[in-house]
């Protein structure tokens, strides 16, 4: 892709509120990993067993969208979204199926998202870090400080991606973006990023 046509969105989810106003989430209780993947390492998970976790949410109304992030941060994608994205972008990521239930509400099968992207994108001379100390803490990220500005000589390569260092975030690229924007897909905002060559 040319980069200086290249824009990217970080991906962020519309929380859901329940008829109280409070924050409606599906939960994997204490579960925050499986087998010691967190769901930011930009690999594919071999094996997948689908009884491996077990989501719940609260009884009420179903306010599942199609995308979420789960209460321990895992990012969730609907059948619908799924198959939006793998059309057009295969292999981006790896859609782990799981269920979900409340004691009222029937099973409904979602996926966790395993994007198979962690792109060393970061421009280090735009983007400032606490204390100026670019040593990653032992868990391999960086104490970013926002707005962080990526290389689009790097980044523009990937449609879907986990930026080293900070690998939490989802970016997108803009074709991902109007894909999504034009679809029924719903829980969807976008961040624009900042982004300078090195």
Known sequence: MNESACLIWELL????????????????GHQTSVRGFW????????????????????DGE???????????GWP???ESLRLLIEGSFPNAVQFLPFAYS???TP??????????????GLNREHTKVDNDDWTPRANGTFRVQYPMVLNPRVVCGFPIMHILGNPRPIYVRDDVK?????????????KSVMLQQA
């Open 62 to 72: 179903d306010l599942g969208r199609d995308f979420m992030l789960a209460e321990n």
């Open 39 to 58: 769901f930011v390492e930009g690999i594919r998970i071999p094996n997948w067993d689908e009884s491996e976790v077990r989501g719940s949410c609260p």
């Open 76 to 78: 969730l994608f609907s």
């Open 13 to 28: 989810p519309d929380f859901p509120l329940d008829s109280g106003g409070r924050p409606w989430f599906i939960s994997f």
């Open 107 to 120: 099973v409904r099968r979602m996926f966790i998202g395993q994007v198979l992207a962690l792109v060393d």
């Open 102 to 104: 409340s004691r009222n």
């Open 178 to 190: 109007r894909l999504i924007e034009q679809s029924d897909c719903s829980g969807m905002r976008f």
